[in-house]
Each structure stands twice: as structure tokens, then as C-alpha cells.
């Protein structure tokens, strides 16, 4: 399984753009990335998967390089509301591989 | 969009007994669920993968004797945490993915489990 390496924490403001990028320099040809948010005293929630280029939804974006060795998590605007711990996992789409945490990053977002 | 249910979401009890947690897919089969464990602070830790009519395999270090899993249904595990001690108090959480959808999982809220 790929190893995932993310910050411990970042801080940031409202109204500001956060880029969270995560390592995966092991990742295999079949595994996508994919994050999760999770609130404290509740499950994780996924948010966006991708497996190259840039992916866009209604929460936020994900670049991925051509080599695939790093993903970057783009949170538009953030409000108070988004401070919880984001984790970067490979994921095969479809299927049924277990999910192994790292530590995530656990992100501040300040008045 | 897929829902997985826990219940409960919180439980408090003695040393030495048992625990049952639920984790229901409301609107989609599982034939594969996941079982995770979380200390304050830190990740998810994966204990087990929960499958229909056959055994749970668990992840190493975790007792089996201790966390009985059961799947008796494409809808249905169960998580049992028997003679409880308040080392397993935690917060635990189940997975599933609906196969209908192949983005990502879907988690259950958690059970925060408190043994005196």
C-alpha cells in the first residue's frame, strides 16, 4: 500500500484559498486518490477523488501531477466551518481495498 | 447519496461486559464493510474487514476473541466488544462502499464507546 505524507496542521483565515498537499510517492497504476474530512466525534467524509489532471466539484479541487507522486487538496473560500482534519488516501475505484489513515492534516480556519 | 447508519452513537458501560454496535447500509448493499478505531487525536486505525456469511478477517494485532464481528446480511454488521475494559474505550467507526458508486466510501457517524 501507498504511504501518504501530509502536514500535521495548517492554519489559515476565513475567506482564504487552502492548498493541502500530500505525498504518495509509491502509488500504484490502478489507485486513485482520494480525500476525506473528517469533524470531531464523527466518521470521515469523502470529498474528491481523482487520478490525474484536475478534478472539480461543488466542495473543492484536486491537482495531480503526470507523475502522480503528489496530490494537492484546494479549498476555496474557507469558513470556520471547514477547520476539521483532511486525509489523503490511495483508493482503488470500484473495489473493495481496505483504507489505511495516516495521520491526516488537521486544518484551523480562524475568524 | 449512500448512508451508512451506526448505532449507537454513544454507550457508557461496566467493566466486563459486553457491547454490541450496530452498522447498517440504509439504501445499498455491502458485501464488505470495515470496522476502524479511533483514540482522541489521532487516525483511524483499520481493525478488521467485515464480510458477508463468511469470517472477519482482522487486522494484525487485534484480538478476534475480543471484537466479534458478525455479517449476517448484505446490510448488517455487527461489532462486538466483549468483556470490556476501559482500554477499549474509543471511538469506533464503520465503512461500506455502494458498488453503484465508485467514488469513495461512505462512513458510519461513530459509536463512542465509554467502559467504567
Known amino acids: 500500500l501507498a504511504k501518504t505524507t501530509q502536514p500535521v496542521s495548517m492554519d489559515s483565515y476565513e475567506g482564504q484559498e487552502v492548498n493541502i498537499t500530500c505525498s504518495h510517492n509509491n502509488i500504484a497504476t490502478n489507485d486513485y486518490i482520494t480525500w476525506y474530512q473528517q469533524f470531531p466525534s464523527q466518521g470521515p467524509r469523502f470529498i474528491i477523488q481523482?487520478?490525474?489532471t484536475k478534478v472539480t466539484n461543488e466542495v473543492a479541487s484536486l491537482f495531480i501531477p503526470a507523475d502522480r507522486k503528489s496530490s494537492t487538496l484546494s479549498l476555496p473560500r474557507v469558513s470556520l466551518s471547514d477547520t476539521a482534519v483532511y486525509y489523503c488516501l490511495p483508493e482503488i475505484s470500484g473495489g473493495y481495498n481496505k483504507l489505511i489513515f495516516g495521520a491526516g492534516t488537521r486544518l484551523a480556519v480562524h475568524p | 447519496g449512500a448512508v451508512v447508519s451506526q448505532h449507537p452513537s454513544r454507550v457508557i458501560c461496566k467493566s466486563g461486559t459486553s457491547v454490541k454496535i450496530e452498522c447498517r447500509s440504509l439504501d445499498f448493499q455491502a458485501t464488505t464493510m470495515f470496522w476502524y478505531r479511533q483514540f482522541p487525536k489521532q487516525s483511524l486505525m483499520l481493525m478488521a474487514t467485515?464480510?458477508?456469511?463468511?469470517?472477519?478477517?482482522?487486522e494484525q494485532g487485534v484480538e478476534k476473541d475480543k471484537f466479534l464481528i458478525n455479517h449476517a446480511s448484505l446490510t448488517l454488521s455487527t461489532l462486538t466488544v466483549t468483556s470490556a475494559h476501559p482500554e477499549d474505550s474509543s471511538f469506533y467507526i464503520c465503512?461500506?462502499?455502494?458498488?453503484?458508486?465508485?467514488?469513495?466510501?461512505?462512513f458510519g457517524s461513530g459509536t463512542r464507546l465509554t467502559v467504567v
Open positions: 465503512s461500506a462502499r455502494d458498488q453503484g458508486n465508485s467514488y469513495g466510501y461512505t
Open positions: 481523482g487520478y490525474k
Open positions: 467485515s464480510n458477508e456469511g463468511s469470517k472477519a478477517t482482522y
